[in-house]
């Protein structure tokens, strides 16, 4: 039984050496290859996604929407346990309302 192991260890010993040195040769001609297409496709193809992402942020408008109080949301049943207790933990005062609206507004 101990000879089956160390055989069968063998074989996947040089079975992943084998397929390493066929994938080291293959590779080497190909690196080249993959560095140029990186630098001269991939980087400029994401700094144009950046910029229009950018562009496109820049035009949004950054109006609070209207607050309307729907019934289902923002409930309330027992306090936070931290702050004063209404406000969820990743609270966003410009863009989370409170039960009762949004923060600094009197309308």
């Known amino acids: ?3 089956l192991g160390r ?13 390493r040195r066929q994938l080291s040769a293959a ?7 993959w560095k140029i ?8 193809g994401v700094a144009v996604c950046m910029l229009n992402t950018f562009l496109k942020e820049q035009q949004h408008s950054h109006e609070q929407p209207e ?6 949301l923002r409930i309330r049943s027992k306090k936070f346990p931290w702050g004063d ?3 969820t ?3 966003n005062a410009h863009l989370n309302p409170l039960p009762d609206g949004y923060e600094g507004h009197d309308e």
């Open 1 to 3: 039984m101990a000879a």
């Open 7 to 19: 055989l069968s260890q063998m074989l996947v010993r040089s079975a992943v050496t084998q397929s």
């Open 27 to 33: 590779a080497a001609g190909h690196a080249k290859t």
């Open 37 to 44: 297409l990186t630098f001269v496709l991939a980087l400029p």
């Open 67 to 72: 607050f309307v109080p729907y019934s289902h």
């Open 85 to 87: 207790g209404t406000k």
């Open 89 to 91: 933990l990743f609270h």
